[in-house]
């Protein structure tokens, strides 16, 4: 059996170019995945993530 799940991008996300983001994956609020990234878990709101796979590499600050 084919199990689909949707994938959520919350308000403000970044996704570069040439991208893979996995079923059942939700990325937080104003995160970021560098180009050409493959991410297969959850990505958490205000963090930098890239890489194949994605790795954690900052927290993202938010001015006004």
Known sequence: D??????IVEEGV???????????????????LGAGSVLSKNLPRLEIWSG?????IRNREILD
Do not use: E, H, K, R
């Open 2 to 7: 084919l199990i689909i799940d949707n994938i």
């Open 14 to 32: 970044w996704i570069g170019a040439q991208c893979l983001v996995t079923q059942g994956v939700t990325c937080g609020q104003y995160s970021v």
């Open 52 to 56: 194949n796979p994605a790795q954690f």
